[in-house]
């Protein structure tokens, strides 16, 4: 067993790297994002409670707060009639960039890890929140490898 700081070592080599671009390679399908944005425009949609949630939005009770809106006292934690900095008026905005077609498989990982994750038409769909890097240095996917234990990144490449 690794401990956590070889693990995280572990992390920045390009042959981890590989290996968890083959976990991508083989459960991210497709980006649809077009697909999505587009249907999801349509409100008369059989699946339109389910795409309005993956796109993101205002729509989140903020965590800090619960959705007071007010700041809390971190050490005593009474509520201040001040407002909380990390929401607007209680709603955190939740951020959709992507949308990817996946494999039930990383379906079901992503959804305990509380990714936006619905099945539409007869396809499992990501809503990814981040964007501009590739999908195998998402930390979500890393710990999806890290939790498999598996061992890719040690074989020899
Ligand atoms: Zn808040």
């Known amino acids: 067993m690794e401990t956590t700081n070889s693990q995280h070592e572990l992390e920045m080599t390009p042959a981890y790297q590989r290996a968890v671009g083959k976990l991508v390679d083989r459960e991210v399908i497709h980006c649809a994002s077009g697909l999505i944005t587009d249907a999801a425009r349509n409100e008369q949609s059989e699946y339109s409670d389910e795409l309005q ?18 700041e809390t006292d971190p050490d005593t934690q009474v509520q201040k009639d001040e407002p909380c900095n990390e929401c607007d008026e209680g709603e955190v905005l939740v951020e959709v960039f992507e949308h990817w077609i996946i494999s039930p498989w990383l379906a079901q990982r992503l959804c305990e890890r509380g990714e936006l994750v619905a099945k539409v038409w ?5 809503g990814r929140q981040c964007t501009g890097q590739a999908i195998l240095l998402d930390s979500v996917v890393c710990d999806i490898y890290n939790a498999m234990g598996a061992t890719w ?3 020899k490449s």
């Open 153 to 155: 990144h040690l074989e």
């Open 122 to 126: 007869d396809f499992w769909v990501w």
């Open 53 to 70: 949630r993956i796109s993101g939005g205002y729509e989140q009770q903020c965590p800090e707060c619960n959705g007071t809106g007010l």
